[in-house]
């Protein structure tokens, strides 16, 4: 091979690590942007729910309150998902709502990598607060009941 070829061979394989680099990169910022939209959709089901709890809503102004609070993204994605479901005949009341935003915005696959998270979860490095909050964290996705003195031993 000559000098220019061995210098072009070179450029190309350094210009091919550089990309996949950039991917791997990408890849790792679009599995956190993902959780990060997991959890924001987790926590605003669940604020919903206290605030229906507080307010003493009705299945039927539950459903009107969460359409209501829908934006952007999301509330695109339940008029097309609400013209579905009614194109099907399916009764579309809170419960069916919750289960359609929770497949959509919270995927079982996902729930259950978190329940394996938490099965894994160690201290290890981490303070005894930082430790609590990640296991109060993980233990919703848990889908067994968990006792006081489950959660006080370790491995």
């Not at 929770?102 to 160690?122: I, N, Q, W």
Request: glycine letters at 4%.
């Amino acid at each position: 091979m000559t000098r220019t070829n061995e210098q072009i061979a070179c450029a190309i394989k350094m210009m091919a690590m550089a990309m996949q680099q950039q991917n791997a990169y990408f890849a790792r910022m679009e599995a956190e942007r993902a959780a990060a939209d997991l959890e924001a959709a987790d926590r605003w089901l669940c604020e919903l729910e206290k605030i229906f709890v507080v307010l003493g809503c009705s299945p039927e102004k539950r459903l009107a309150y969460a359409v209501y609070m829908l934006v952007g993204e999301a509330e695109h994605w339940w008029r097309g998902t609400y013209q579905m479901l009614v194109a099907r005949g399916v009764t579309v009341d809170w419960e069916c709502f919750r289960a359609v935003f929770m497949e959509k915005y919270f995927p079982e696959s996902v729930r259950h990598a978190k329940e394996a998270e938490f099965m894994r979860l160690h201290q290890g490095g981490l303070s005894v607060s930082e430790y609590a909050m990640r296991f109060e964290h993980l233990a919703r996705f848990y889908s067994q009941a968990i006792s006081e003195t489950w959660k006080c031993t370790e491995d």
